[in-house]
């Protein structure tokens, strides 16, 4: 598939989902106590340094707690179905339309990025491309917060996501992606699956631009 | 060094430096935000399941910033010059003198055991046996938060900690070593150096002993 072919599944299928999803996982409490942990973690180092962007931001209620937690945050998504559920349920809020691939932000303008799980559906040789991206519109000395399916197997694998195909990433092969990207590593984490959730890790990564 | 000898050499090293020591870690605040954030989770996770022991407890101030999470937290440490330290500055919380070799803690009573960089000086041969030990004073379901020295090395290698030798482990070795002891795995984290810092990376492991 091509990239805008790829954007425009991607779209299609989360528009297609947006209520449905917004019930199924717009709840921050529905994270695990280490998930809202590292999200608390990301809000104290990139609230200082300026806007952060919930990038991928869906229904926005990550976007929300970010704001909670004293950010000037803002959401961007895909899916024109999942703004609009956004800016209905956050009124304050600023939600719009964008791509990862080519954000509507200027060069270090943002304290900031949270992208949580909104690579998963990234085919891997576009990867680089996203990072790119994030890197050129985090203020140095800005923090990204990364959040991905992770694989105990050394290659990244496709699954049949709920919505459309993802892709599961050792997170080695992710670090080393952000390092290419000229990001630092400042944490990274794996945590095992709980309750209900299908039997994949998780991965979470925590990187700075460097000043 | 015998085990009785390493617990000697131990105590005398922290009783020895306990003031000073106080004086430069017993700050929760100088703990960097991904730290802090993991102490949170653990707390959420372990208060509501019991009492929550503070293992090496040093001065008492994690003790301390867990009772203020809700955790009906005390501290236990090696060295009667610590546990005088951490009385004096937390009058209302519980102190005790103790070895994490021998426990005076009766089987499954704790919902949460927090060992903050208080096995970087036991000798990796007597590890699985405190572990052993921290596994036997958690209820079940009850969690454990370890903290250590990393490295990115493949071996457990020894290094010049400013009060005794201490020992830097690979996650992997570390999280191992739980496995054998019974424990779940929920979450490992590895953390970059800060500033001020010596250059070895940080590693966390979250676990839990089954029900």
Redesign the interface.
Known sequence: MTAPAHLAATRTAYDSVAALYAELVGNVESN???D???L??FA??AGPAGPVADLGCGPGHLTAHLAALGCAAFGVDLSPAMIELARAAHPRLRFDEGSMTALDLADGSVGGVLSWYSTIHTPPEGLPEVLAELHRVLAPGGHLLIGFFGSDEPSVLPFDHKVTTAYRWPLDRFAALLDDAGF?????????PVDGERPLPHGRI?ARKPV
């Open positions: 695990p106590p280490v809202r942990a590292m608390a973690a104290e180092l630092a590593e400042a944490a990274r984490m794996s945590r095992a925590l």
